[in-house]
T-cell receptor, first 112, second 111 residues
Framework: DQQVKQNSPSLSVQEGRISILNCDYT??????FLWYKKYPAEGPTFLIS?????DKNEDGRFTVFLNKSAKHLSLHIVPSQPGDSAVYFC???????????FGTGTRLTVIP | EAGVAQSPRYKIIEKRQSVAFWCNPI?????LYWYQQILGQGPKLLIQ????????DSQLPKDRFSAERLKGVDSTLKIQPAKLEDSAVYLC?????????FGPGTRLLVL
């Protein structure tokens, strides 16, 4: 049972444009959400997170939006850069449990 | 600050052989996790330690997988005997709060 879903396996964007990566979850108990970036042959690197008490969190070029009623979150990257090309994983957890449930990832390619 | 260290980075074994992976978490992180990532999927939790105690091992195939964190710092994950379907990347992560930080992983190929 996949509790966190990333329905787009890949996304290509021109350099300088916005990248929008989407994630859906089914478990209403999740209250903490994270995005990780993964380069080949490396472990996932923490990018940005959001608590369910917020609907937006921004860190530089990265913004995560959370829509609790739709059980949906998205990661916006503006402007996109070639170095952003990687696989992006959405993850979720619930307070007190800490173990993360991951989506299957979206491969972002930023075209120079 | 040093990150999560794992070794070996790559391992090739034949089915029915045994293999062990090692993880050294970020200094001061009480919680340590082992994940299995099969090609094309997201990481899946195998076991979670809080200091040297197991918090969650519900997804660990205990007939062949074992893990320990004897002194509450380093951890080892063992597979014995290995099956073809164990081919995956084994990721170790640690946390001192809500955010988990991952090591580079060990890529295991079982032939």
């Amino acid at each position: 049972d996949q509790q966190v879903k990333q329905n787009s396996p890949s996304l290509s964007v021109q350099e300088g444009r916005i990248s929008i990566l989407n994630c859906d979850y089914t478990n209403s108990m999740f209250d903490y959400f994270l995005w990780y970036k993964k380069y080949p042959a490396e472990g996932p690197t923490f990018l940005i997170s959001i608590s369910s008490i917020k609907d937006k969190n921004e860190d530089g070029r990265f913004t995560v939006f959370l829509n609790k009623s739709a059980k949906h979150l998205s990661l916006h990257i503006v402007p996109s850069q070639p170095g952003d090309s990687a696989v992006y994983f959405c993850a979720a957890s619930r307070t007190g449990a800490n173990n993360l449930f991951f989506g299957t990832g979206t491969r972002l390619t930023v075209i120079p | 600050e040093a990150g999560v260290a794992q070794s070996p980075r790559y391992k090739i074994i034949e089915k029915r052989q045994s293999v062990a992976f090692w993880c050294n978490p970020i200094s001061g992180h009480a919680t340590l996790y082992w994940y299995q990532q099969i090609l094309g999927q997201g990481p899946k939790l195998l076991i979670q330690f809080q200091n040297n105690g197991v918090v969650d091992d519900s997804q660990l195939p205990k007939d062949r997988f074992s893990a320990e964190r004897l002194k509450g710092v380093d951890s080892t994950l063992k597979i014995q005997p290995a099956k073809l379907e164990d081919s995956a990347v084994y990721l170790c992560a640690s946390s001192g709060g809500e955010t988990q930080y991952f090591g580079p992983g060990t890529r295991l190929l079982v032939l």
